[in-house]
């Protein structure tokens, strides 16, 4: 028996022999690609027992820093000096004033929360307990006929710890 195609059975279904062309052809490349891949497993073998031998191996670790490692530096005292501006003395800060024990300055713009204690506590010798920052975008008026914008405002309201007081009146001073 021929092994050749039947060119009689091509012509009556040419979807039929199409496909057995194709399955005859995929089976050989199926066997082709099944040996590299054993021997592609065999090679890895041993690289995933190099992988797993490595992976137990321990880490080495950065230490935490301990007590005698050198903190963050100290805030300038130059910067702290710039980043109080003015207080606020309003209705509503004396309200906070008395509700909370808060006091309400305007701040630099880029002035960090640890900056503002830091500074509140070097200017007036006060311990202070917690700050809360606001960002108040300035609004946007006419003059005339041109229009202008009032400036962006960062306010930072300080709780002072229990018993500390900020006198701003010059009183008892």
Known sequence: MSTAPDTSKAKAD????AKAKKSAVAKPAKEAKAKPAAAAEAEAAPKAAVKKAAAKKPVARK???????PKRPVH???RLAQVLIAPIVSEKATMAAEKHNQVLFKVMRDA??????AAVE????V???SVQTVQHKGKTKRFGKGSGRRD?????????????????SGEGA
């Not at 040419?14 to 022999?17: H, L, Q």
């Not at 230490?63 to 490692?69: R, T």
């Not at 962006?152 to 701003?168: D, I, S």
């Open 14 to 17: 040419p979807k039929v022999d």
């Open 63 to 69: 230490a935490k820093a301990s007590a005698d490692a």
């Open 76 to 78: 300038s005292e130059g």
């Open 112 to 117: 960090t929360k640890p900056e503002i204690k």
């Open 122 to 125: 070097l200017m007036f010798k």
């Open 127 to 129: 311990t202070v307990d």
């Open 152 to 168: 962006h405002v960062k306010k930072a309201y300080v709780c002072l710890a229990a018993g500390q007081e900020l006198n701003f």
